[in-house]
């Protein structure tokens, strides 16, 4: 499979994640060709503030595992993973995160911060962001619109 195959099933769990009043990020954690895990946000419906796709994704991963590393593991991610996500993908030891959407608000990965590429850590990741980004972003946008006008409309 390509990247934009796997951004295309992550693009559907965040669909999934809309479905359900969440915030629509989906994430699918891959290695060697095999899709480990695939998640979508659910702070809201989980009642826990950790429960982001990214998190959740390698989570099911290290469980399916067995281990609580994943080296050489790529993370397919709608929006920008943010400061604890980053923390989660280092100690985890992804070899490499593809986002879709830059996340102006929270982004550690490209916009406000460079966590992943941060040489003072004792682990780097490869980030490629832009995979799909009109896509991932439209699904946020839209999202956030319906929420302002307090009219969510299921899958659109």
Do not use: W
Not at 51 to 57: D, I, Y
Not at 128 to 136: D, I, P, V, Y
């Amino acid at each position: 499979m390509k990247t934009e195959d796997y951004m295309k099933i992550a693009l559907a769990e965040a669909r999934k994640a809309a479905d359900c009043g969440e915030v629509p990020v989906g994430a699918v954690l891959v290695r060697d060709g095999l899709i480990l895990a695939q998640a979508h946000n659910a702070p809201v419906t989980d009642a826990d503030p950790s429960a982001h796709a990214e998190m959740l994704a390698i989570r099911r991963a290290c469980a399916k595992t067995g281990n609580y590393r994943l080296t050489g593991a790529e993370l397919y991610v709608t929006l920008e993973p943010c400061v604890m996500c980053a923390g989660v993908i280092l100690q985890a030891r992804l070899g490499r995160v593809v986002f879709g959407a830059r996340d102006p608000k929270a982004g550690a990965v490209a916009t406000l911060y460079q966590i992943l590429n941060d040489s003072r850590l004792n682990h780097q990741v490869e980030v490629t962001e832009g995979a799909l980004k009109e896509e991932c972003a439209k699904i946020l946008s839209r999202f956030f619109k319906e929420k302002r006008v307090g009219t969510h409309l299921v899958n659109r």
